[in-house]
């Protein structure tokens, strides 16, 4: 319009970061985010990652399963171990690590990387930072008795975070790990949906969830893998997606 001035530099810079913070907000998070390309462009000075693949040359993508171990994930083990892919566990401590001991040693060794998804799935951004600790420390402490490692990934339920649950992480040493790709899984049972959800939303440098307590999920992955390996990516877990960066406490990593 005639006679109206342009917006200034930092009213424009504002106004972007306002759009960006409520995209955060609408995708469940309220902290900013790194992406895996980000990650990979800035290492730890000393730190070093152990991976097999570099995701720098390679087409990658991470195959990641929330809220088990569950009766259903033996043979999901034996589907990943076949299809000579590791994948990246969110695990529950509530009735699922400390019901399922055996599933979560077998998962460490076969090369599978295990993360805290907390022990209860209570929403963390309804909780202090008390509650937020007792979370995830219970299952830090469960899943390092039965594997001897401390994880040091960590899925916040619904993917809700904000800065007094990052702060909680950082003490704990845990990164945040979110998402680009999901199926829904907990509200179908039709494996051949979660099958196409997630080759609808697999990208480059994507991160799939899927849970490996849903009746649907387990006979959706042989046909996601192969796929997904016909278009020419390479499965990896998460910390080798992120290589040669490492995941830092208390950040938060989403593609």
């Not at 810079?13 to 955060?24: D, E, K, N, P």
């Not at 179908?188 to 196409?196: A, N």
Request: aromatic share 4%; with cysteine.
């Amino acid at each position: 319009m005639p006679g109206k001035k342009p917006a200034s530099g930092p009213r424009i810079t504002a106004a972007l970061a306002a759009v960006a913070s409520l995209s955060l907000v609408l995708s469940g998070c309220s902290a900013a985010t790194i992406s895996p390309g980000d990650a990979r462009s800035r290492p730890l000075a000393g730190a070093r990652a152990k991976t097999g693949v570099d995701c720098r040359e390679a087409r990658c993508i991470a195959l990641t399963f929330d809220a088990g171990p569950s009766r259903d994930t033996p043979r999901l083990l034996d589907i990943l171990k076949e299809k000579k892919v590791r994948a990246t566990f969110f695990l529950l401590g509530k009735n699922h690590v400390v019901h399922h001991p055996d599933l979560v040693r077998r998962m460490a060794r076969e090369g599978h990387e295990v993360g805290n998804h907390t022990w209860t799935h209570k929403r963390l951004t309804d909780l202090d930072a008390d509650g937020i600790r007792e979370e995830l420390s219970r299952t830090q402490d469960a899943i390092a008795e039965l594997t001897g490692h401390r994880p040091t990934l960590m899925r916040p339920p619904q993917g809700r975070t904000d800065r007094e649950v990052s702060d909680v992480c950082r003490e704990l040493g845990l990164a945040q790990v979110l998402w680009s790709a999901t199926a829904k899984d907990y509200s179908t049972t039709d494996s051949l949906l979660i099958e196409h959800r997630v080759l609808d939303a697999a990208g480059p440098d994507g991160i799939i969830l899927l849970h490996d307590i849903y009746q649907g999920t387990v006979p959706a992955v042989p046909a996601i893998i192969d796929e997904l390996k016909k278009r020419g990516y390479t499965f990896v877990t998460v910390p080798e997606l992120l290589a040669p960066g490492v995941p830092e406490p208390g950040k938060v990593y989403k593609p």
